[in-house]
């Protein structure tokens, strides 16, 4: 198989997952006290963020969290499309801010902890890749100029 043929082949498996994504989002933002606020998802979930954090996140640590879930899961889609049999996958995520505001991000250092059958090196650097270039939604909100440091460590079983 081609790169390019094998390329469309991974992207057409992500048909499924990426072709059910909403295109406009809603949600609710309600202040209960102090500087705590409970945010509501349109399906629901509920999140509650405190500036103090004392009785919830901070509102930028769901954000962090949200780009390690979509690279973790368009690199656990594009694996299995590759037939690795994946046993586990575990995502740590660090993030670094500005001192002075805007405190934001300036970058991500990621690790991923793969486990799993027929796992290679080429697949993960090539899910990663396609990820970061192409599929990942929260990476391509967020700051142009945002530093991505992501590197794993596989676990090969027979």
Same mark, same amino acid.
């Given at each position: 198989? *081609?790169?390019?043929? $094998?390329?469309?082949?991974l $992207? ?6 990426k072709?059910?994504?909403?295109? *406009?989002?809603? +949600? ?7 500087? =705590?606020?409970?945010? !509501?998802?349109?399906?629901g979930? $509920?999140?509650?963020?405190? %500036? ?7 509102? #930028?640590?769901?954000?962090?969290? /949200?780009?390690?879930?979509?690279? #973790? ?14 046993? /586990? ?9 500005r001192? *002075? ?5 300036? +970058? ?5 902890? =793969? ?7 080429k697949?993960?650097? !090539? %899910?990663?890749?396609? #990820?970061?270039?192409?599929?990942? /939604?929260?990476?391509?909100?967020? !700051? /142009?100029? =945002? ?9 090969? $079983?027979?």
């Open positions: 198989m *081609t790169d390019d043929s $094998e390329i469309q082949d $992207e057409a498996a992500l048909g499924g997952y072709g059910n994504v909403a295109s *406009t989002f809603k +949600g609710t933002l309600t202040w209960d006290k102090d500087l =705590i606020f409970l945010g !509501r998802t349109q399906k979930y $509920e999140i509650d963020f405190d %500036a103090n954090v004392e009785w919830g996140c901070q509102a #930028s640590e769901p954000l962090m969290m /949200s780009l390690a879930a979509c690279i #973790s899961t368009d690199c656990l889609m594009f694996l299995q499309k590759m037939k690795v049999t994946i046993t /586990s996958l575990k995502t740590n995520i660090t993030g670094f801010k001192e *002075t505001p805007p405190q934001h991000f300036t +970058g991500f250092d990621i690790i991923l902890y =793969i486990a799993g059958k027929n796992l290679t090196e697949k993960v650097d !090539r %899910a990663i890749d396609l #990820s970061i270039t192409k599929y990942c /939604s929260i990476y391509h909100s967020l !700051r /142009s100029d =945002i530093k991505l440091n992501i590197k794993y460590e596989l676990t090969k $079983e027979e």
